[in-house]
Every structure is written in C-alpha cells, then in structure tokens.
C-alpha cells in the first residue's frame, strides 16, 4: 500500500516504481494509468468507465456519499491493482493485509473478495491517492465525521 498526494508521483517522487523494465509491463501499466491521473480533468469527467488501455488499465469515474464505518465493508482484488484518487472531498478509507483478515469466497466476475476482520485507517483528501496491491484489502468510502460528497477517480491496473 502506498498513500500519498498525485504531485509526488509527478514530481518524480516514485521513480523506482516507474523506471524499472519488467517482462510483464507492470510497470508501463501503472505509468499508463499516473499519467491519466496527472493529465485529465476530474472536473469534466462524466461517471462511468474509461478506457485507458482497455482491461489492463481503465479508470472508474466515481461519485457518492461518504458512509457511516458501521456500513463498511472489506474488499480485496486479485487481478487487479487499485490507484484510488481522491479528486474532490475527502474520506476514511482502511487498510488491513489479507493475511490479517478472514478472506472468504472469490467472486470472479467482480474480481473481488469481502474478507471479515479488522484493519487501520486514514484520511484521503483531494489530491491523494492510495495504491492497493492484490495483497492490501482495503474499506472505501469512508465517512470523515459525518457523509459527504466524494468525486473519486479508481484506476484499476492488471497485474
């Protein structure tokens, strides 16, 4: 898991994570899907999917309220690494390695376990990110204090 503003990643905060070659294009994946982040405008983005390198990188344009914690509920992906960005709004989004949570069935199709157990949590407000790999069950969606607006952009990166 990484947590921290878009401008560090366009700062060059992060070149480790970009510059090395993989066979698997990881690393092109994920430079594909921080340069869409760094180059739209959240603002002018209807919801919905976008494709950015067809399912190996698309992005989903999100918008809703933040929910009570007692509401939450874990997931994890197997296929695919999540760059959740907080374009306007802010909120509580947990952490919790998979192996520290009850991980229960796979859905396939949704690319996604609802693992059972407890994790930490943090503020993301606009202009952060967090990057969850297969590994990290995360808790979206979180309300600060009390529900409010989020505009949330997720790209979701193959592994």
């Known amino acids: 898991m990484i947590i921290d503003r ?42 919905g999917r976008v494709e950015i390198e067809g399912d190996r990188v698309f992005a989903l344009i999100q918008e809703y309220n933040t929910k009570p914690m007692e509401q939450g509920r874990w997931e994890a992906h197997r296929k695919y690494i999540d760059i959740q960005y907080i374009a306007s709004g802010e909120e509580n989004i947990g952490y919790a390695n998979v192996t520290d949570l009850t991980m229960g069935d796979y859905d396939e199709a949704k690319d996604r376990y609802i693992p059972q157990g407890e994790g930490s949590f943090i503020r993301l407000s606009a202009g952060m990110f967090g990057l969850f790999m297969p590994e990290d069950a995360h808790m979206p969606n979180m309300a600060v204090d009390q529900p409010q607006p989020v505009r949330k952009i997720v790209v979701k990166v193959a592994v």
């Open 6 to 47: 878009l401008h560090s990643v366009q700062s060059g905060f992060y070149p480790a994570l970009f510059s090395a070659t993989d066979e698997s294009g990881l690393t092109q994946r994920l430079s594909a899907g921080f340069h869409y982040l760094q180059t739209v405008d959240p603002a002018g983005l209807e919801p």
